[in-house]
């Protein structure tokens, strides 16, 4: 009977091996569980343990179908299970051929919550004979060690690495995304690569295939391979630390009066540290320590985190429970950068680990600034501190290594690396590249490929790439035997894209070379079409210019070109080139020499709210908005859906602010340096009327989404070439901000914060930005103290939302008093349940309404020519009031704020009257009119 009740379990669980069906397909090996599990091994080589398939309930919270039982079927060397009942239809087919292996899913999924459709890959099947790890997706290399977890992201291929041979699986059917996935450290023990789709309201088709394919090496590029694929491109150091465990007391760390050692509860060894605040408002809330780093090295800090009664409480910045935050200083220990939270620990817990990952430090920073933190009242305990350094090489991709070359100039190509500002090549031939004239130094900018342009003489030479803070383990070598009086010099095309609004317009290009004569210029559009391309005409110094048209004229929208430059000893160059034929949109937007907002010729003072679908634009166009926007275009390249975003934004009267994919998620957007997407999504939305401006990026600073300043004005750069009828916005922070000042028409200051807090902002960043930029400000409309509550659906009060009316109405008005060129609200968010906003409080969405309402009221005001005057007066400390008065046609209108929270009287010193006394209730604005 015992016998009887195990069996399922184990059957379940597909531990009961004797039960286990094996198939040999050629060099392919298929292994089916008697528990439903399908393994796939190739040459005796395991490569996938497990494939699932399972629908759950929303939220993950049950599972309600998978495969198990399903029935099995053969015909040749295809295999596939079916099952059916009331919660799916399921195919799942295996087709092998010699060197490939499909994998297809086939479903129709009833409706209530998301399906899953994952590849289980065992860890040991990825690494070489030393135990290195060396993965690439989407080319990219994700190489990773025992040690590490890997965040997740999405890859359309993912290709598994060793000297004798590469799998490389790839997503070739279906719109859904795969998701690399680490769970080696879980209870699966495996890589997962991974697809999830939710399922609505009725039942939905379901379709993905993944193609596993196996390339083989010859032994003569076997061993080629063997010498690069020795060292992994990431390498993780452990940082020795000083008291990291608070063994030797309050050593090496700032204690303040809430921070204690404490023997009675520690993670590890006898001591742990320990905060107490009662009010975060007076209290010190850290404890503080500063470790010395290397500038432009990536690092990854932990702590272990303990609390007891955490909970939210206002305090001098918000409440973000304990836990662990790391930002930068110089090398004066002055702060510098902020960096990243790794906090959010409420309530009573017990010890757990919380971790700062892929921490970049600006290449100026001296020191890691460490926070132990607790922001808002209770009592933490922090133990086992500790750092990583993380040791990242580029991942050099041309000329091959030890590859015999035809010229004497090589072009050299690598993977970009994300947050890297600069790139240096050295060339040598000793590979052990001393610091002496024979080894030569090449400065070069953020671009991942380089024409090298003095010859080398003839021989092996050795190569290497550098950045700041990151080093070249592996070098490679070529080796030629051209002269060096042989011309191989491609010419230089200059020009990367055009907008034009006629069909028979001409672009220019220009091309260089080293010979005085003319290179030779050919280009086709689209399939192959031909572009005429005219004689040349020189402009000088051996550049020539050339005009191109196309003789049944550009087709409309984004044309993708291709151009090749031949120079008379046969040398090519070639070149990628976006022309965009679209005209000019009727409502042209453009930030005027004054840092207005100004639409064909007319000043304009736009009011715009983030995060608004579709259902949600009526309101949001009767409340008096006119420019939303949704986070959705940063996360993905579906350049349709995003113009039917646009055409619902047409649709009711409203514009759009569109932003572009990071790649921090595909792993192929701007943080990599995607030219071809932003071009295609210029391309596809530029001609919109409900396109009003495009959101370059939010916050390249962040650690985990770091784009160079470098490479985002090179970005930026080619949206203007493409379009320049809508303004490029940004929003950044941090004393480095200015370092992007390209990348923007107008900057976004961001200030979700009290109205005082809001004027000391702006003041900050017009400074950081050596006043020499427009602001538009953003303000808030969502409750930073309740939404912890509101996303953990515990109870929130409405009553007590804030910002209150008042708030949000001084708030807006100090932007106008201060004089930005517009106003935003973060954020609207109707549909999402992690901040509480506007949206899920009557009252506070109708006290917003009434902002705007008063706001557009005022704006003829605002446009209007006129003299303007602006000040502030302070009653006491922290207690002020920020005036202004503008006088249009002979009429005088004074607009003043009180940015405290106090009852108090000011004397506004009004431009050509007596000063007036006035008394102020909290954050009271007063408009004065003649």
């Known amino acids: 009977m015992l016998k009887k009740m195990l069996m399922p379990l184990l059957l379940s669980a597909g531990l009961l091996a004797a039960q286990d069906v094996s198939t040999a397909i050629g060099n392919w090996q298929l ?25 759950f309930t929303p939220g993950w919270k049950q599972q309600r179908f998978n495969l198990q039982n399903a029935a099995m079927t053969r015909d040749g060397d295809i295999f596939t299970w079916h099952k059916q009942d009331q919660h799916a239809d399921a195919n799942l087919t ?23 459709f994952g590849i289980y890959i065992p860890p040991e099947s990825m690494k070489t004979a030393s135990g290195a790890i060396f993965l690439r997706g989407d080319g990219q290399s994700i190489s990773i060690n025992d040690e590490e977890v890997l965040s997740d992201r999405g890859h359309r291929t993912l290709a598994l690495d060793l000297p004798d041979v590469r799998y490389t699986f790839t997503r070739t059917e279906g719109p859904f995304g795969f998701t690399l996935q680490d769970k080696r450290h879980t209870s699966l023990k495996n890589i997962r690569y991974i697809m999830s789709t939710p399922v609505g309201d009725e039942a939905k088709p379901i379709a993905a295939t993944v193609e596993l394919a196996v390339e083989d090496f010859a032994p003569d590029v076997v061993t080629k391979r063997q010498r690069f694929l020795r060292t992994p491109l990431r390498r993780v ?35 742990a540290a320990c905060l107490t605040v009662n009010d975060p408002m007076t209290e010190t809330v850290y404890i503080t320590r500063q470790v010395p780093i290397i500038g432009g090295m990536a690092y990854d800090a932990s702590c272990f985190v303990k609390t007891e009664n955490v909970v939210a409480k206002p305090g001098k910045m918000s409440s973000v429970g304990a836990g662990l935050i790391v930002e930068w200083s110089d090398a004066n220990g002055k702060w510098l950068a902020a960096g990243q939270y790794a906090c959010d620990v409420f309530g009573t817990t017990d010890w757990q680990l919380k971790q700062c990952k892929g921490l ?57 690396l994300a947050g890297v500002s600069a790139y240096i090549l ?20 953020v671009d991942a490929s380089w024409q090298l342009r003095d010859p080398l003489p003839p021989g092996t030479w050795h190569w290497r790439v550098t950045s700041k803070g990151c080093t070249d383990v592996q070098p490679w070598s070529f080796t030629h035997a051209v002269p060096v009086g042989q011309d191989c010099l491609p010419p230089i095309i200059t020009g990367r894209a055009w907008r034009v609004i006629a069909p028979d317009s001409s672009v220019a290009i220009v091309v260089s070379d080293e010979s005085a004569q003319a290179p030779k210029l050919t280009a086709t559009v689209g399939d192959g079409q031909a572009v005429t391309v005219s004689a040349p005409r020189s402009l000088g110094d051996n550049r020539f210019e050339y005009n191109l048209t196309l003789p049944a004229g550009w087709p409309r929208g984004l044309n993708t070109m291709q151009a090749t430059a031949t120079d008379p000893s046969g040398n090519r160059a070639n070149q990628v080139l976006w022309l965009l034929h679209a005209p000019k949109p009727p409502d042209a937007v453009v930030i005027d020499a004054d840092g207005n907002y100004n639409q064909n010729g007319q000043k304009i003072f736009p009011l715009g709210i983030y995060e608004v679908l579709p259902d949600d634009m009526p309101l949001i166009k009767g409340a008096g908005f006119e420019v939303v926007h949704t986070y959705r275009w940063e996360g993905s390249q579906d350049d349709v859906a995003c113009r039917e975003y646009l055409d619902a934004c047409a649709a009711n009267g409203l514009r759009a602010f569109i932003g572009f994919d990071r790649g921090v998620g595909s792993g192929n957007g701007m943080v990599q340096g995607n030219f071809e997407h932003l071009a295609k999504r210029v391309g596809a939305l530029a001609d919109h009327p409900g396109l009003f401006c495009w959101y370059l990026y939010d916050e390249p600073e962040i650690a985990k989404q770091y784009v160079s300043p470098a490479l985002l004005t090179s970005l930026a750069d080619l949206v203007r070439e493409l379009d320049p009828y809508h303004p490029v916005v940004m929003t950044t922070w941090g004393n480095g901000m200015n370092k992007y000042r390209r990348t923007w028409d107008t900057h976004w200051t961001q200030s979700y914060a009290k109205p005082a807090e809001i004027v000391n902002t702006i003041a900050s960043h017009r400074e950081l930005l050596l006043h020499d930029s427009p602001i538009t400000l953003l303000i808030h409309c969502y409750d930073r103290n309740q939404t912890k509550a509101f996303r953990a659906k515990q109870p929130v009060d409405p009553a007590q939302f804030a910002p209150d009316a008042d708030w949000m109405r001084a708030a807006a008005f100090v932007g106008v ?28 969405w109708d006290a917003l309404c009434a902002v705007v309402k008063d706001i557009r009221d005022l704006r003829p005001l605002i446009l209007a020519p006129g003299t303007t005057h602006a000040g502030t007066v302070e009653v006491k400390k922290a207690a002020r009031v920020e005036w202004w008065a503008k006088t249009v046609n002979g009429k005088q209108t004074v607009i003043a704020v009180n940015t405290s929270e106090d009852d108090l009287e000011a004397v506004i010193p009004i431009p050509g009257q007596e000063p007036a006394t006035m008394a102020f209730k909290r954050f009271e604005v007063k408009v004065i009119n003649p």
């Open 31 to 55: 292994t089916t569980g008697a528990g439903g599990n399908i393994a796939v091994s190739y040459a005796g080589k395991p490569l996938i343990s497990g494939i699932g398939i399972a629908a």
């Open 94 to 116: 295996l087709a092998f051929t010699d060197k490939t292996l499909r994998i297809a899913l086939d479903m129709l999924a009833q409706p209530t919550g998301p399906v899953e």
């Open 237 to 271: 150091t452990a940082m020795t630390l000083p008291n990291a465990g608070f063994e030797d007391g309050q050593d090496t760390w700032a204690f303040g009066k809430t921070a204690a050692l404490d023997r009675d509860s520690v993670h590890s060894g006898e001591q």
């Open 360 to 416: 970049r430090a600006p290449d100026d920073a001296g020191f890691a600034s460490v926070f132990l933190a607790l922001r808002g009242a209770g009592r933490a305990w922090f133990d086992d501190f500790s750092m990583r350094q993380i040791d990242i090489s580029v991942d050099k991709i041309s000329p091959e290594p030890d590859i015999v070359l035809a010229t004497n100039t090589p072009f050299f190509t690598w993977s970009p």
């Open 426 to 445: 050295e060339l040598s031939r000793d590979e052990a590249f001393p610091a002496t004239a024979a080894t030569r130094r090449y400065e070069l900018g």
């Open 817 to 844: 008093v201060k004089s930005v060129n517009g106003l935003w609200w973060w954020w609207y968010a109707s549909h999402q349940k992690q901040f509480y906003t506007v949206a899920h409080v009557p009252h506070a």
